[in-house]
């Protein structure tokens, strides 16, 4: 497993500390559970679209097929009951997500 | 029915729907039906900013800089977006409040309306900057053509759903005769008329603003114009307020979470609800041959900014389950990112964080220490 993880920067870290996203069958991203959803993606150069950073803009949300996250603050833009907003939750488990939809 | 400014009869908001039920009562935000206003209007005030607040005696430098075609570009924005917040300091006002129906949307809709008149005040105060007189801009914005056609277009949703009001809450449903014009009204009407309203200012918070946001911020990515740039961003980040607002009251409506009629008429009127958004799409598109008609400016010119347009009308198509009908895929102007960002808006800590600066504030934390010097 450990060698599908994309970052090298993470390997040093324990696997307690990461979490997987799938993006789809083929891209596996680790996924460090004290950062946003959004700074994870971003880290691996994933493009996301975002504006406020806050929750309230609805740039970036995206579809959460699998798992659970956190929100750090209240969701203020609209989102579906299957939609997640990356720029204000953390992973809760290993997610499976679909970009640009 | 007849609007009263305090219902008498008992009502429970918890079952009323947005609007159309019966007229608000008490002003009371302990219980709601749909929570996000409430917490739609605590964002809100917590944005509160004045435009005094913000320097912007260097953008008159700056703008004698300006090559002739930038300077329309510049100018022309600023008198597109006065007519936008003109429009928008009164409308949710005058076309919601007398049909809104819970108390936490009702607030909102004020909450909302009033921070579009801190940015009619913005935009007097940039121009008093730059001119000595700045009248001949604003009196442009009622004789320029270009302007005069998206008016026209953004009030016209308004002012019918205002005129089916008046005739209703003073003579009832039924056929009534009124400046010689035949004039139907009845509940599915009235409700139609909102529904197309609510989508019209939709299309408006998001899509209108953003070809002048962009020109804003391409000269602030220059470094010119900052303090305009500064009042911009700050205007940016309440119109992305607003906007969830529209978004979330289309939303429980299409998905049956109101007035379940109004879910019936998101279906039947969404072909026209779509042609609005479209066509709010093709006039900043045309708006944006109109500011380039003269020559671009550096970083930015008409195509781009027209796919900028299209980027972005994807997503908030997607938002109120529209269909998503143009190619870009990925955002032609990334360092827009950059201004739309909360995170670098600034804010001073002793307004957020100290409670000592704040007015009012209390610390409620007691040590034991407090009591040291303390008798009985």
Redesign the interface.
């Known amino acids: 497993m450990t060698s599908e993880i994309s970052t090298s920067d993470v390997l040093p870290m324990k696997m307690d500390d990461l979490f997987i996203i799938h993006l789809d069958d083929q891209t596996r991203l680790a996924c460090l559970k004290d950062k946003t959803l959004l700074e994870s993606l971003e880290a691996h150069q994933v493009e996301v679209h975002f504006q406020c950073r806050e929750g309230f803009c609805g740039a970036c949300r995206t579809k959460l097929i699998e798992g659970q996250v956190d929100y750090l603050t209240d969701p203020l833009a609209f989102i579906d009951d299957d939609e997640i907003l990356p720029c204000c939750c953390v992973a809760k488990s290993d997610l499976k997500l679909k970009l640009g939809g | 029915m007849k609007y009263t400014t305090f219902n008498q009869q008992s009502t429970n908001p918890l079952v009323e729907p947005m609007f159309f039920g019966n007229p608000v009562n008490v002003a009371r935000y302990d219980q709601q039906k749909h929570q ?1 206003f409430e ?2 209007i605590e ?1 809100q005030i917590s944005f509160f900013w004045r435009p005094e607040e913000v320097d912007v005696s260097k953008d008159r430098v700056d703008f004698q800089k300006l090559s002739e075609p930038e300077k329309h570009i510049f100018i022309s924005n600023l008198k597109y977006q006065t007519l936008l917040d003109s429009v928008q300091g009164r409308s949710p006002n005058i076309a919601f409040l007398p049909i809104v129906s819970l108390p936490e949307l009702e607030t909102w809709v004020e909450t909302w309306s009033f921070f579009e008149t801190i940015h009619s005040r913005s935009y007097t105060h940039i121009l008093r900057n730059l001119f000595a007189d700045p009248s001949a801009v604003f009196e442009d914005i009622v004789l320029n053509e270009e302007i005069k056609r998206r008016a026209t277009d953004i009030s016209k949703y308004y002012d019918d759903l205002i005129f089916a009001t008046q005739v209703w809450q003073t003579q009832g449903e039924g056929v009534h005769l009124v400046d010689g014009q035949t004039v139907t009204i009845n509940q599915r009407e009235l409700k139609k008329k909102l529904f197309l309203c609510m989508n019209s200012v939709n299309a408006l918070e998001a899509i209108r603003f953003y070809v002048s946001f962009a020109c804003t911020f391409a000269f602030a990515e220059r470094e010119l114009m900052e303090g305009n740039s500064k009042i911009i961003r700050l205007i940016a ?1 309440d119109e ?2 607003h ?2 607002s529209t ?2 009251i289309l ?1 429980l409506w299409a998905k049956g979470k109101d007035d379940p009629e109004m879910a019936s008429i998101a279906e039947e009127c969404h072909d026209e609800a779509r042609a609005i958004f479209m066509n709010a799409v093709e006039q900043e598109k045309q708006w944006a041959t109109y500011l380039f008609q003269h020559g671009s400016m550096i970083g930015l010119n008409k195509d781009i900014l027209c796919q900028y347009v299209e980027f972005i009308a994807n ?1 908030r198509m ?2 109120i389950g529209l269909d998503t009908p143009f190619e870009v ?3 032609p102007l990334p360092w827009m ?1 950059n201004y ?4 670098n808006v600034q804010v001073a800590p002793q307004e957020s964080e100290i409670s000592s600066y704040l007015v009012g504030q209390i610390d409620s934390e007691v040590s034991g220490d407090d009591f040291g010097d303390f008798d009985l």
């Open positions: 996000i917490k739609l964002k980040r992305a307020l906007l969830s978004q979330h939303n997503h997607a938002a895929k990925s955002n990112n739309l960002n909360s995170d």
